[in-house]
């Protein structure tokens, strides 16, 4: 097969709960052949194993069926591809979803891949048993600890089984839980022909993919000069021009807004960023200080030189376990002295806690006053003046549910026995509802197998 | 010499790290990079952010993108879902490190833009 010159691939999801108009602008107003879609967080799969465990036919990313069914036109007339980690925890289910949507609009022919592999919830008790002892990276501790709390299990898998699918013909290729750059770094690898073991361009496709993974937030949002980015609202989500060799331009389509600079990248280069010098995915290592960025026209960017190693022989799992409970409600609170009546709030439901028997530690609770410097606690602010109104947010953790509900009804009881002009108390009657605990650990690539099927509209 | 907030000489941005944050500080000059790499300390970030980061701070140096990033251990209020903080991912974390007034020559000053 001709190998392309120059291969373009964008994200338009930077994570479930991003704008609509990314992917639908992206198949619209420029050339693309790629769009990628992330829709995976790592509490995402802990609810998508209960969703699935209710309705074997749930348990995937509800939403990207939908963005199949908008943009499909677009997607079939110019031959886009679109790589997407929306199938969680059952990408069967969610490849059955999409190729409903595609027939009911006449859209025969089309090729959707599944890759299977990641999720390895139902083989946990054999790898426990096999010597896997599945210990928590942060803490040590061996997952039999928590066994029987488990909710999901899914490995990070690398880009190699996108590829695969995209060698098979796929046009849409759904994934469970794989890397983010992934996303990006699969299309390359089938466009370009990249082995295993050439490293520095494994690299470099996931630094362009770490690049996108978080759609506009490399385009100008979340940009500390904010005032200087052009037509936020109409934002531009980013496009990955890679070449065979590993370099590649960071652009946009003509026309959206926002911007694309050495300064809006480097932005999103340390987002989530550990160890700049050793970044750890499944396919290999790479030097992010290594990259070179050279600002080559308006809105495009060259980064070339990227370095990269061998990647380990373990991949990162991402397990969620049930943790307790917590319950959160939250009060307004007017002027005058806002500020004053929000805390003497808070002291009451302590007090009407605890002469019931109920009391919580300072490590249980939450407690601020949004709207008097909540989000930089601690830090003085230069001529801040008294808040006109405050936001009451009172939470309380722990592993007893019925102490957990108890605190529920302390609150909105302020609005009749507290201080005067105590008001937005429109969502009721806090619950308590789970919490997911995050259990990251490591498990040697030997011990999973991954599989690549394709199917047709 | 002059007293600024690092948010003169430098950009930030931040997110979670499991039960922490990074703040990512880019400098916007190579005389603001090498004035940091002096002046912001573990030990100072540590300081400023003491009351929205229980843990400890640990500093990686990216010299060639003029980057002093910092991870922060304990910042969220729990890891995932178990934070009922407003800023549960550490978003503001970054605007919150900016904040810090620093004495900055103004050597350093002249050679940054604003």
Known sequence: MPRKDKVLVANGQGFWGDSLLGPIRLCREGPLDYLTLDYLAEVTMSILQKQRLRDPSKGFATDFVKMIERTAPDLVAKGIKVVANAGGVNPLACKDATLAVLRKQGFHGVKVAVVEGDDIYGELDGLLASGETLANMDSGAPLASVRARVSSANVYLGAFPTAEALDAGAQIVITGRGTDPGLVLGPLIHEFGWKRDQYDLLAAGTIAGHIVECGAQCTGGNYTDWRSVPDMAMIGYPIIEASADGSFVVTKHDGTGGMVTQRSILHQLVYEMGDPRNYIGPDCGADFTSIRMEEVGPNRVRVSGAKGCAPTPTYKVSISYENGWKALGQLTISGPDALAKAKLCSEIVWRRLAYDGCTFSDEEKTVEFVGANTCHAGIDVPHAAEPTEVVLRLGVKGHDKAKIDRFGYELVPLVTSGPPGVTGFAGGRPHATEIIGFWPALLAKSKVTTKVSVFES | ?114
């Open chain 2, 1 to 114: 010499m002059p007293i600024v907030p690092l948010s003169r000489i430098a950009d930030a941005r931040s997110g979670d790290k499991g039960e922490g944050s990074n703040v990512g500080v880019m400098a916007r000059s190579e005389a603001a990079y090498v004035f940091l790499k002096g002046a912001l300390s573990t030990e100072a970030v540590r300081r400023h952010m003491a009351a929205i980061n229980r843990g400890g701070v640990k500093r990686y140096e990216a010299d060639p993108l003029r980057v002093l990033n910092f991870l922060l251990a304990d910042s969220l209020g729990g890891g995932g879902s178990a934070s009922q903080r407003t800023d549960a991912q550490g978003k503001t974390h970054g605007l919150a490190l900016l904040r810090l007034e620093l004495n900055v020559p103004q050597s350093v000053l002249d050679a940054t833009p604003e």
